[in-house]
């Protein structure tokens, strides 16, 4: 599997519960960043956490990273229905420089 | 303050036809860096570049692709002869420098369609 896998690949919440989704990967990092993407659009930045971290906040989002595991959650708390949207990491392995590699993404659906 | 701009957003061009995607980075940005997204999945390195040099071109296709980023103007990402499987939407992202820990910014992205 490539280096920044989402899980789940699909995710459908009622408005106000929590969104959790993870994301592995396979090799060292300097940092790892996530992104929004709604229908059609552009990326949106929302977090970017270093390897030497390990939570991060920014208003309703929560992320973690587990160097020893390889792996990073996203926590979206009391979600929105503008929430709805695709949520992508994006690892800059550590001989890759500043070359982003992204996983296929978690599609979240909050239901109103 | 205008973020990363990409024109056109939308691109209909018929199989063999050339396709002119340009980039403008952020203000301040020198760093400038394209990806392709299929229907339903992540993004895909293609090319890295600075003002007048590529650093990295190791996800762009061996023909047809070539990417600039001129020392006055937008960077510009070409494909020639187009086919149907480069329907694609490309976006192109800057950041400040290239060094670790730098935020990266996206592109509302063009959305090439081959009929």
């Known amino acids: 599997s490539q280096q920044g896998e989402e899980d789940p690949q699909a995710l459908s919440i009622q408005e106000g519960e929590n969104a959790t989704m993870n994301c592995s990967y396979k090799t060292s990092i300097n940092n790892l960043q996530w992104y929004r993407q709604n229908s059609g659009r552009g990326l949106v930045h929302l977090i970017l956490?270093?390897?030497?971290?390990r939570e991060k906040h920014s208003g309703r989002l929560r992320v973690t990273l587990d160097t020893s595991k390889k792996s990073s959650s996203l926590l979206i708390t009391a979600s929105r229905a503008a929430d709805t949207a695709s949520y992508f990491c994006a690892t800059a392995p550590k001989a890759a420089g500043n070359k982003l590699t992204f996983g296929g993404g978690t599609r979240v659906l909050v239901k109103p | 303050n205008a973020g990363v701009m990409q024109n056109p957003r939308h691109l209909v061009r018929r199989r063999g036809q050339e396709a002119r995607l340009r980039c403008s980075p952020m203000?301040?940005?020198?760093?400038v860096y394209w990806y392709r997204q299929l229907p339903e999945e992540g993004l895909k390195f293609m090319v890295y570049l600075q003002k007048e040099n590529i650093i990295d071109e190791s996800g762009m296709p061996k023909e047809r692709f070539s990417a600039e980023f001129p020392k006055e103007g937008p960077s510009i990402l070409r494909i020639q002869q187009v086919v149907r499987g480069d329907s694609a939407a490309y976006f192109c992202a800057s950041s400040a420098t290239g060094g670790e820990g730098n935020t990266i910014y996206f592109g509302e992205g063009s959305w090439l369609t081959v009929v």
């Open positions: 203000k301040g940005h020198s760093h």
């Open positions: 956490i270093r390897s030497n971290e």
